[in-house]
């Protein structure tokens, strides 16, 4: 596709289950990221790919926490025992480098009840 | 750890008038610094990217300085019009391509 592509758009999943989060990033573009967005804040680093490099995990808030990316390209961002506080949300972004700019998806709204 | 501050005040301007944002960072200087602006609902679209050894960048209507020694950067819409109301983020890489977000801006241009 032409540009990011995430999804769900949106997720209502019960307290202590497992979501799991896609993200198609632009086709060539080495980097991909994931933040999380709650409500009127700022984004919240959360993951970091680059090529074939080990990930960039330190903004990973703690375990339950993982992301993977197959193939250099789709993503998928797991959160096992979902918590009320997981409510957020979660935008994906690609960029071809760090002089591009990078390019987000229209994320994907968790809610947690 | 590194800081990024953006005011969390709403800015709001005049039609027309010219409107400056500020993005302050603390330690080292970033390699490279980004701004973009989001839309209630949307994800962050990229505007602008200024590098460490350049003053200024301008793009129609907007232009951003980069000062290393302030440890600053400002954000800047000419001729501003409602259209422009948005929130705007400032943005930092190093030595990687991470970047590292402020909280951001929220810019109200009225009639």
């Known amino acids: 596709g032409a540009g990011v592509s995430q999804s769900p758009s949106n997720k209502v999943t019960e307290k202590g289950k497992d979501v799991e989060l896609r993200c198609d990033p632009i086709s060539g573009h080495t980097a991909l990221y994931w933040y999380r967005q709650s409500l009127g804040q700022g984004l919240e680093f959360l993951i970091y790919f680059q090529g074939n490099s080990a990930p960039d995990k330190s903004g990973l808030p703690s375990d339950r926490f993982s992301a993977e990316r197959t193939g250099g390209s789709v993503s998928t961002l797991t959160i096992q025992r979902t918590q009320q506080e997981d409510s957020a949300v979660y935008l994906c972004?690609?960029?071809?480098?760090?002089?591009?700019?990078?390019?987000f998806g229209q994320g994907t709204r968790l809610t947690v009840v | 750890s590194q800081k990024i501050e953006q005011n969390s005040e709403a800015l709001n301007i005049q039609e027309g008038k010219t409107a400056t944002l500020t993005c302050n960072y603390t330690?080292?200087?970033?390699?490279?610094l980004q701004w973009y602006r989001q839309d209630p609902g949307r994800g962050p679209v990229f505007l602008l990217l200024?590098?460490?050894?350049?003053k200024e960048k301008r793009k129609e209507r907007l232009k951003v300085t980069f000062d290393t020694t302030l440890k600053q950067s400002l954000f800047h819409i000419t001729a501003s019009q409602p259209a422009d109301s948005a929130t705007y983020l400032c943005a930092l890489s190093y030595n990687t391509d991470k970047l590292i977000f402020g909280t951001g801006t929220r810019l109200q241009v009225f009639p």
């Open positions: 330690n080292y200087s970033p390699a490279y």
């Open positions: 200024i590098r460490e050894n350049e």
């Open positions: 972004a690609s960029s071809l480098s760090r002089v591009n700019g990078a390019f």
